[in-house]
Each structure stands twice: as structure tokens, then as C-alpha cells.
């Protein structure tokens, strides 16, 4: 059957002309049909699931004790918090330290005062030593994180403790199709 191909294809499409059609459609399918690009936009909004349903979602991790390095309702750290419901309610995969998570391609850098629910927020301990800890903003200048001195819980960005170590807000960049080109 190879065979028989081979003969029809030599036959038909002589190799300068077998170059030439790979080159045009290999060309055609990387610009314009798959038109895709990366966009700054909500985190929420990108995914149809509101700040509401965001905040019903995250309320359910509430009491989940700290763990260093747990990654389940046994116990868990800020960043296998925020990882893991990165990853059930938008499918992202989040790197597995806070520091890898701020570092993240898939993230964009924010104005702090124009945080949305879901945005994460970075704190450090020591700005020598960087990143060390990672929450979600909820709402009204509170967030949601791994605590460990009490578990996943909510605490307030007014708080001078954590207002002294706010680094940065970040959310997620959007992965959509452009609609401009007639291909699509």
C-alpha cells in the first residue's frame, strides 16, 4: 500500500511541488487558523464562573488544617491551597511553590487596587529571601490562604502584618482565539 502511494504521489506531485504545498499549508496553519494569542483579562470572567460561585468554591477548604508540603483535606501549605483549586476550577497547572507560582509565565502582574476574587496575591517574609507564601484575594481587602497557625482561613490585607509583606497581585493570562480572520 506504501508503494502504491509513493508511485501515485511521484507520479502526480513532482518534489519540488511536495516542498513547496508543505511549506504553504505549514505557513497558513501557524499565522491564521490557529489565530491564538495571550491577553491580560479576569480570571474569573475568562472561565464563566463569577466572584460568587469562586467564593462559594474556596469557602469549602475553610478548617483544612496547614501541613508543610500536604496537598490534601488532610493538611495543606499556601501553595498546594492555591495550586489545587487553580486547578479544579480553571485547569491551570500552577507550579508547586510560591515562589515558582509568582514566577509563572501563565501570570501577569496587577495594580494591587484592582485585584478581582481569584487573583493571587505574594508576600514575602524577607524580601532578600523573596516569595515565600501565596493567597487568593476574596473580596473587600480580605484573602484566603494557608495559614499555619490556623489552617485555611481568611485574613485582611489591612492587617498591618501582611500589608508590611504584600509583594505583588498577579492573575492569570487568557488563552483565547482571535475571531479576525476569516479562516476561523
Keep these: 500500500m506504501y508503494r502504491l502511494y509513493g508511485?501515485?504521489?511521484?507520479?502526480?506531485f513532482p518534489k519540488s511541488y511536495?516542498?513547496?504545498?508543505?511549506?504553504?499549508?505549514?505557513?497558513?496553519?501557524?499565522?491564521?487558523?490557529?489565530?491564538?494569542?495571550?491577553q491580560s483579562g479576569s480570571t474569573l470572567s475568562a472561565i464563566d464562573i463569577t466572584g460568587e460561585q469562586f467564593k462559594s468554591k474556596?469557602?469549602?477548604?475553610?478548617?483544612?488544617?496547614?501541613?508543610?508540603?500536604?496537598?490534601?483535606?488532610?493538611?495543606?501549605?499556601?501553595?498546594?491551597?492555591?495550586?489545587?483549586?487553580?486547578?479544579?476550577l480553571y485547569n491551570i497547572k500552577l507550579p508547586y511553590s510560591a515562589r515558582g507560582q509568582f514566577r509563572s509565565s501563565?501570570?501577569?502582574?496587577?495594580?494591587?487596587?484592582?485585584?478581582?476574587?481569584?487573583?493571587?496575591?505574594?508576600?514575602?517574609n524577607n524580601k532578600k529571601k523573596g516569595i515565600d507564601h501565596v493567597g487568593m484575594y476574596f473580596s473587600d481587602g480580605q484573602f484566603i490562604h494557608a495559614s499555619s497557625s490556623r489552617g485555611i482561613a481568611f485574613s485582611s490585607l489591612k492587617d498591618p502584618y501582611w500589608k508590611k509583606r504584600f509583594v505583588a497581585s498577579k492573575h492569570r493570562k487568557i488563552l483565547t482565539m482571535r475571531r479576525d480572520y476569516p479562516f476561523l
Excluded at 24 to 36: G, L, P, Q, R
Aim: aromatic share 10%; with cysteine; net charge positive.
Design 58 to 88: 474556596v469557602k469549602e477548604y475553610l478548617g483544612i488544617p496547614y501541613r508543610r508540603g500536604g496537598a490534601s483535606k488532610k493538611g495543606m501549605d499556601c501553595s498546594s491551597f492555591v495550586r489545587i483549586v487553580y486547578n479544579r
Design 7 to 12: 508511485l501515485i504521489r511521484t507520479a502526480l
Design 106 to 124: 501563565r501570570l501577569q502582574k496587577i495594580d494591587g487596587h484592582n485585584m478581582q476574587s481569584g487573583d493571587l496575591i505574594f508576600f514575602s
Design 18 to 38: 511536495i516542498g513547496i504545498v508543505c511549506c504553504v499549508v505549514i505557513t497558513i496553519s501557524s499565522s491564521h487558523a490557529f489565530a491564538i494569542e495571550w
